[in-house]
């Protein structure tokens, strides 16, 4: 009998990961690619995690995407870390090699940079400074990406203060740190402004910082994609700001594994947000 080509899996894993949009986005790539393979959910518990790296490419995985809690402990694993995820100290996304090794990546800055580009293309990084509300790892991500675009000032405040000062620490001297108490006073000037906590989803408390000083016109996006329309984009919009909403992150993220493990790059969409939507 002739040996069949194996058909590749990708799949994300995390604890708990049921609430994952990722299947419904690879699942409608592969479909609309006619692509030969499978993405699948796997919710494996911290204490499992080395097991299953091990397993996952004899089962036959080209790669995974990895979310909450692993993000971090995945770097120590991993045998080749980027630049860009050593800087961020996680990782989303890795590839497992034909030479058997993991080469682990961060795509989440470069996913929202993407978003940006494509929803809001008068943006310029030279615009004016950018504030950023949160400092967690969706920030630090969010933040290597602007410095790397050359966004000269980034005005960082977190309710844990030494969060943002420890962030500064790690990512340099464009970042100026606020205390909480003060937030409201970042987005005067701003062209950018970025709710970068989990604050406003489905689930949490409501981002509670006035944006009296939030510049008509400046460009206004939430991380936060549950529900699309959070309330400090409602706030963002209602005083003339520019709003993006947080799912094109998610999906323009995904982009770059998807084209390492499949080979084919895949268009973010109308189209892909709508599926991801309605899954």
Known sequence: MTDLPRIPLAGVIGHPIAHSRSPALHGHWLKRYGIKGHYIPMDIAPADLVDALKMLPKLGFVGINVTIPHKETILRLADVVTDRAALIGAANTLIFRKDGKIHADNTDGAGFMANLRQLAPQWQPTDGPVAVFGAGGAARAVIAALIEVGVREIRLANRTRIRAETLRHDLGAKLVVYDWVHARDMPDGAALVINATSLGMSGKPDLRLPLERLERGAVATDLVYTPLMTPFLTEAQARGAHIVDGLGMLLHQAAPGFE??????????????AAVLSA
């Open 260 to 273: 390492r493990w499949f080979n084919y790059r895949p268009e973010v969409d109308d189209a892909t947000r």
